[in-house]
């Protein structure tokens, strides 16, 4: 039986020399695919044959779509990593992630602390409201303090500038 | 509502025009292929509500095509488009005036959600774009890569916690990070999913 795609490392070399540009083009292809076949998924008779082709078409397309996200890309060398103090803010920790941070979520102050006091080698800023932030700085690292109610881009430029 | 969508794949124009169209009856889409075609079509239409501009394509030039947009349609909603964006290219299209960043993987129906968010004057950021389904693993920080593998191992917290030096509830902050990156609601869930998506040392 000859090896499945993704076996060897030969195949694994390929995934890493894709270039941007084929994979922008190849993306732009599967909206396509994915699109007109959702379409067609939602105007054809349920229960057809015909229905069940398209909602064929749609998973794979959907599938494709997920190998494309898997195609290492290069991670920023030097990532701001924060420690996001709330559950408040825990809307925006995937948020802050696509604008670049690494997020790791503390559920309320006394959580925070409780990871403070162990180490803090793991984090460069501890973000949070006011209310929340109280007490943490005596762990020595920058405070981020964060309005209630502020979006990501707002929150992600308090971040970065409390670190300096 | 009117929205004029610059990419230069037609296909992709057509099929995000027909979905928004479809989804959202009486909104007129406008399509343009390059940035000097959007702003043609911006000055001759200044009824344009949003304009959603694809990362890559003539005349973007990185993102000099949205601040050359922004320069000269200072009051114009405009959105990021791309599914290969860089973290400090979609920071850098808010620093820009951009209302918000949406990726191609959207659906029809987040993405129209998405349209209404940035038209009634909020920003938009999705989740991370490369948080869901990436099997390489590389959206966990590395505390959360280390955690992972123990729990493949089925230890506890605890033990966890005493391979790594940290303390047990260090440990549950990163067992928390991982699950939602996972969107599991627990561990057990959480190590599935792993298995599953071929998350492996």
Not at chain 2, 28 to 33: F, H, L, Q, R, S
């Amino acid at each position: 039986m000859p090896p499945s795609a993704g076996d060897s490392a030969d195949d694994k070399a390929v995934g890493r020399v894709v270039p941007a540009t084929f994979l922008h083009d190849l993306n732009n292809l599967l909206t396509a695919i994915h699109g007109y076949s959702t379409l067609l998924a939602a105007d054809l008779p349920a229960g057809g044959l015909e229905q069940d082709f398209a909602a064929r078409i749609l998973a794979a397309a959907e599938e494709a779509r997920q190998l494309v996200a898997k195609v290492p890309r290069p991670r920023p060398a030097a990532t701001l990593r924060v420690l996001l103090v709330g559950g408040a803010l825990a809307r925006l920790a995937g948020s802050l992630e696509t604008l670049g941070l690494e997020v790791t979520l503390a559920g309320s102050a006394r959580e925070a602390q409780g990871a403070l006091k162990a180490s803090t080698s793991d984090w460069d800023v501890v973000a949070g409201t006011a209310e929340t932030l109280a007490g943490l700085g005596a762990y020595g690292l920058p405070l981020a303090t964060v309005p209630a109610g502020a979006d990501a881009v707002t929150v992600d430029a308090l971040i970065r500038g409390a670190r300096g | 509502m009117r929205l004029l969508i610059a990419d230069d794949h037609g296909l992709v124009r057509d099929a995000l025009s027909s979905h928004i169209e479809r989804q959202a009856p009486g909104t007129v889409v406008v399509g343009a292929a390059s940035v000097d075609e959007a702003v043609s079509a911006l000055r001759q239409d200044r009824a344009i509500d949003l304009l959603i501009l694809d990362l890559r394509m003539p005349g973007m030039n990185g993102l000099d095509g949205l601040q050359r947009v922004r320069t000269e349609f200072p009051l114009l909603k405009v959105a990021l488009m791309s599914g290969l964006a860089r973290p400090d290219e979609i920071r850098g299209a808010f620093t820009r005036g951009a209302v918000g960043f949406l990726p191609k993987t959207l659906s029809a129906t987040e993405l129209l959600s998405a349209i209404q968010t940035m038209l009634a004057g909020e920003r938009f950021i999705p989740a991370d774009i490369n948080t869901a389904d990436t099997a390489d693993g590389a959206s966990f920080t590395r505390r959360e890569r280390e955690v992972l593998d123990y729990l493949l191992q089925g230890r506890s917290n605890k033990e966890i916690a005493r391979s790594l030096e940290l303390e047990e509830v260090t440990v549950k902050l990163h067992v928390r990070g991982i699950c939602r990156k996972l969107g599991a609601k627990n561990r057990t869930q959480a190590v599935m999913r792993a298995v599953e998506m071929g998350i492996a040392s």
